[in-house]
């Protein structure tokens, strides 16, 4: 069950996509305080919401590849 942090963590990133710089920073920032299975529940989120959004798709898979 996701806490507070993460629907919390999801608005942000919402929020945030207007902007990509602004974006990878509330990422990184997410990934810190988000607990393991709580960044698994927003990768899969985030699959899904940056479908429609290239100029942000650079930075999940920048983090991808830094979590590997």
Request: hydrophobic share 35%.
């Amino acid at each position: 069950m996701a806490t507070i942090n993460y629907y919390y963590a999801k608005v942000v990133l919402q929020t945030a996509s207007e902007n990509p710089l602004q974006f990878k920073k509330e990422l990184q920032q997410a990934k810190k305080s988000l607990l393991p299975f709580e960044i698994d529940h927003l990768t899969k989120w985030l699959d899904s919401y940056i479908t429609n959004k290239p100029e942000l798709k650079k930075f999940i898979e920048k983090e991808q590849m830094a979590c590997n």
